[in-house]
């Protein structure tokens, strides 16, 4: 698992507020218990914040799964903080 995913990890644990929560890249977003459109917003801003990206809308508009974030995280991406 790279660090990338490891934080992004982190960042849905911590806005879900599950820390048992089990993530892949693979992991559809309708999958996770709980996932609705106000859990969307919040892990994106985290990911902006914590990495330096900002979001398109059309970017937003194609996440389907954990692992849709990490091209935009690794294109854009400043050193986490």
């Not at 089990?22 to 996770?32: C, F, K, R, S, Y």
């Not at 990911?47 to 849709?68: I, R």
């Amino acid at each position: 698992m790279n660090t990338n995913f490891r934080i992004l990890h982190d960042i849905f644990t911590t806005e879900l507020a599950d820390p048992t929560l089990h993530l892949t890249p693979e992991t559809a977003l309708a999958d996770i218990p709980g996932w609705d459109s106000v859990n969307l917003s919040c892990v994106i801003l985290s990911v902006e914040t914590k990495f330096g990206v900002v979001f398109t809308p059309t970017q937003m508009d194609q996440l389907q799964s954990v692992g849709d974030f990490l091209p935009i995280i690794t294109a854009g991406a400043a050193t986490p903080t």
